[in-house]
């Protein structure tokens, strides 16, 4: 079957950096996805991922590995408004998206 | 206006009622998903409309039925649901059905008693 893996709960300290990780087995990859969905908002796309290595977008960062199936969302200099649940999903060999359950981040003063 | 709109944001409904969902989108998309999210679980996709036609259909029980009359608009007809039913049911919509870059709406939090 196929599988997304994250953790379920991570906290953090504002002003500091945490890493999400995200590990997969699919059928197929066309690509990883990172989305951000804060309490009671729609999730919102945050970054994409085909090739292996690192993107940066800000203080958000989002890096692949195709051959271990990971994935890990990097957030640097963490604000109070960045406590959301941030979804991993790959896109399988079909083209259907498969989805995490999610990590919820917690960043406390 | 937001890209993808959703009403009701919040519904109560007994397992006798009919009900509906709408979204809206404003995005000039070609398609259009209703998906569920049930709390500490994985997004479960439920339906997919590409150029209005329904392209995807996960199985769901037919209690859920949608309507999509035009590339901007989706409903989610609900009829005789079971309190397992009650989730977030998420409208998002993207320029083709195999783009992941989806524009989600917020949500409608539905409880079903």
């Known amino acids: 079957g196929q599988n997304i893996d994250q953790p379920t709960e991570m906290t953090a300290t504002e002003g500091a950096i945490v890493q999400i990780n995200c590990t997969y087995q699919t059928s197929g990859f066309n690509g990883l996805f990172w989305y951000q969905q804060h309490a009671g908002e729609a999730p919102t796309f945050l970054s994409y991922n085909v090739l292996d290595g690192l993107e940066e977008k800000g203080r958000f960062s989002s890096f692949l590995s195709r051959s271990k199936g990971y994935s890990y969302l990097l957030l640097k200099e963490l604000q109070m408004k960045d406590s959301a649940s941030y979804l991993c999903?790959?896109?399988?060999?079909?083209?259907?998206?498969?989805w995490g359950a999610g990590t919820k981040l917690i960043i406390k003063p | 206006e937001t890209g993808v709109t959703q009403t009701p944001r919040h519904l109560v409904m007994g397992m006798t009622n009919k009900k509906s969902l709408k979204c809206e989108q404003h995005?000039?998309?070609?398609?259009m998903y209703w998906y569920k999210q049930s709390a500490k679980k994985p997004l479960e996709l439920m339906f997919v409309?590409?150029?209005?036609?329904?392209?995807e259909n996960n199985s769901v029980p037919s209690r859920f039925s949608p309507e999509c009359p035009n590339s901007s608009h989706l409903f989610l007809h609900l009829h005789t649901l079971q309190p397992e039913d009650s989730a977030l049911y998420l409208c998002a919509s993207s320029q083709e059905d195999q783009s992941a870059k989806l524009f989600f709406g917020s949500g409608t939090q539905l409880s079903v008693l």
């Open positions: 995005l000039g998309h070609n398609a």
């Open positions: 409309y590409n150029f209005k036609e329904q392209t």
């Open positions: 999903a790959v896109m399988d060999s079909n083209y259907q998206l498969i």
